[in-house]
DNA sequence: TCCAGTACTATTTTT
DNA sequence: TAGTACTGGA
């Protein structure tokens, strides 16, 4: 336990209580974590298996779990735990799925599956009811964060419209238990209920779970909530940390107020801060402390260094978007050749997505190699999500959001007509769709509207698909290598792809998913059903760890949001304008906190440089519009920050670009070789 | 059933 | 501007 400070200390003894730890941004709450779970094994004596620890992402729980398979070498760290809340929900859902009203089996959606079934009813929706898909999503998704049901959502709706919503709210529940399935949402919403009304299983719960640890405890919503308190119980056996300066995920139903909400919760609560910073120069931090001080604050705390002054953060003021790329790439080129910077350590930061566009052009014309993350992820690739769906309603004969989705995938001539129809009579009769279609098959009545040649159609696929039911509970890998033979899946993505190169390429995703379907079945989920395999999978824990497998080297371009918890050597936070940051929606919703919170999110990934960047104008939807400096640039000191007015760069300036440019070329003529 | 032209929208995003 | 979602004709 060397190597920790006094306060990161008293953090990883105090077991007598529960434990809140306030941990500043780089002040090493990892390691406290990390540290804190070695000494309930090694001193507290709670094993292994009894602790959990919960993050938020996959990627942090496994940072978690590699970090701490070193701090506890030696000790017996079997069966320890360490999950995101969502597969600790899954867990309790799969242990126990029929006191959840659920049956074995049961489909997980994603939000594109949820979009799909609330799209669905919201067909004949008059359109003056401005009623948007996204926006209805969101509130259902917002309801479900804040432990609301359907009924409450309606008995607490004002107006018309509310009471729209509420009932489609309750229409979407409906359709969701009918197919068997649960969303995201209910993979914690559904846990916490269970605790809240069935105390055996709670108690059950309690004695696995002896001891809780959470994460980013400031992005949790009022179900997680919930369900932590749930777990705690009157025991109290946890340790939160968290930082509400570092709240950027309100806009999904995160609530730092828990972090508050605890002291009321728990009267023996302890709270530790963690003040000192380990990552950024004295300046950077101080920018930091600036920022963060104008925002309202429940528990006071001042972050220090005690690493050296550093250099002085700089403004570049660009003419336009392109300037900006084009001064960053600059600075870039230099640092990589003056300074012998790994590209690695170097990262552009922005608000939105679309700022990327700009940067990425800009460094490839330098030749500079960069990591993107964000954009379309493997699951939402159209051949993952086809053999997702068939694996789906192989376990799930009732998920019709699967069944739609590969009914007519490849073509087999079954329209929405059919569809339309088929639906008809399964609701007639009370049966999921693919039941329905082999029923049209035996059923002594047929429906008189069915034409031959549309039953004929429908049963070929229901009989495809019971063909390879029963090899789907044994080999699920085989059954499904099975089907996309049959179904000559491959062939279907060479007739669709613009080339035979990238028809090979989505084959090799599908190959990888049935690759990852296979480790389950050997590995953890050895003697589990495919339903319970898919689910995992849904949870996309796969996906990340090969993104993370192939990040190559290459500057880092990625949202402020998705820089949390990441630190670099040199940042640039680029936009820094009225409008972006803080953006124009936030500005109208009287939100400026949470960008405030962003832009010092921002600012506190740097370890030695920080260069924020701002236009004079921006090209918005095609048009020309000035912009002003962020409030932000104005509310820190201007005399800790170096301001680079000139449009023009001076001759020493030019002087190291060119340098870094004959520099890079260089090496590119070298590699060449 | 399929394709092409048109209407619409435009932060942040994990599971 | 650019990308996607939907509708109507062949």
């Known amino acids: 336990m060397s190597g920790l400070n006094s306060r990161q200390l008293d953090a990883v003894q105090y077991t007598a209580g529960p434990l809140l730890v306030l941990a500043g941004a780089g002040s090493g709450k990892t390691r ?70 659920l049956r074995t089996g049961f489909s997980l959606f994603d939000a594109q599956d949820a979009q799909t079934l609330i799209k669905e009813h919201l067909r004949g929706v008059p359109a003056a009811e401005n009623l948007s898909l996204p926006a209805a999503q969101q509130r259902i998704s917002g309801w479900k964060n804040d432990f609301i049901f359907p009924d409450q959502a309606l008995s607490r709706a004002e107006d018309a419209f509310e009471a729209r919503l509420a009932t489609l709210y309750a229409d979407y529940e409906r359709s969701l238990s009918a197919y068997n399935a649960v969303d995201f949402d209910d993979l914690i919403l559904r846990p916490a209920q269970l605790f809240r009304t069935q105390p055996d299983l709670l108690e059950a719960w309690q004695g696995r779970i002896r001891y809780l640890l959470v994460d980013e405890y400031q992005d949790t919503n009022g179900a997680q909530y919930e369900l932590v308190r749930h777990l705690a119980g009157v025991r109290g056996a946890f340790t939160v940390v968290g930082d509400d300066d570092q709240s950027i995920y309100a806009w999904r139903g995160a609530r730092p107020e828990n972090l508050a909400r605890l002291k009321d919760d728990y009267p023996t609560l302890q709270v530790i801060m963690l003040e000192q910073n380990y990552r950024s120069s004295a300046s950077i931090l101080g920018l930091a402390n600036v920022l963060i001080a104008r925002n309202p604050h429940v528990f006071e705390k001042r972050l220090w260094s005690e690493l050296g002054a550093g250099e002085r953060p700089r403004v570049l003021c660009c003419k336009d978007e392109t300037h900006e790329a084009e001064r960053v790439a600059a600075e870039i080129l230099n640092l990589k050749f003056a300074a012998k910077i790994p590209l690695s350590d170097i990262a552009i930061l922005y608000r939105g997505n679309h700022q990327a566009a700009t940067f990425e052009q800009a460094l490839s014309a330098h030749k500079l190699p960069y990591v993107i993350s964000g954009g379309t992820s493997f699951f939402a690739r159209a051949e993952i999500k086809d053999v997702m769906a068939y694996l789906r309603l192989l376990a799930n004969p009732e998920d019709d959001v699967a069944f739609l989705r590969i009914v007519n995938t490849p073509r087999r001539e079954i329209g929405s007509t059919t569809l339309q129809q088929l639906a008809d009579y399964a609701r007639e009769r009370g049966t999921g769709l693919l039941a329905t279609c082999i029923a049209l098959e035996t059923a002594l009545m047929q429906p008189e509207h069915f034409s031959n040649r549309q039953r004929e159609r429908l049963t070929t696929f229901a009989r495809l698909m019971t063909d390879h039911t029963t090899q789907a509970t044994t080999d699920p890998v085989a059954a499904m290598t099975a089907l996309i033979d049959t179904i000559e899946y491959r062939q279907w993505l060479r007739d669709n792809a613009s080339s035979k190169q990238i028809a090979d390429w989505r084959f090799d995703n599908v190959t990888s998913l049935m690759n990852w379907l296979e480790q389950l079945r050997r590995g953890e989920y050895h003697g589990q059903t495919l339903a319970n395999m898919v689910a995992h999978l849904m949870l996309r824990d796969a996906l990340d760890r090969q993104d993370d497998a192939d990040g190559g080297d290459g500057v880092h371009l990625m949202t402020l949001h998705a820089a949390k918890g990441l630190e670099f050597s040199h940042v640039f936070l680029v936009g820094m304008e009225e409008d972006l940051l803080p953006h124009r929606v936030s500005i109208d919703e009287d939100s400026i906190e949470e960008e405030r919170r962003l832009a010092y999110v921002g600012i506190t990934r740097a370890r030695r440089s920080l260069t924020f960047t701002f236009t004079r104008r921006r090209k918005r939807y095609g048009k020309w519009v000035s912009s002003e400096p962020s409030r932000f640039l104005r509310e820190l000191p201007r005399e800790q920050l170096a301001w680079d007015d000139d449009r023009i760069d001076t001759p020493e300036q030019r002087k190291a670009r060119v340098l870094a440019h004959l520099g890079n070329l260089r090496e590119i003529l070298s590699n060449g070789r």
């Open 32 to 101: 406290v974590i990390t540290q804190k779970i070695a000494h309930l094994i090694g001193h507290a004596g709670i094993p292994a298996r009894h602790i959990r620890a919960l993050t938020f992402t996959n990627k942090a729980a496994r940072e978690m779990r590699e970090r701490v398979s070193q701090s506890v070498k030696g000790l017996n760290a079997r069966g320890l735990n360490i999950s995101t809340f969502h597969r600790l929900g899954l867990d309790i859902l799969h242990r126990h799925p029929e006191r959840a009203g």
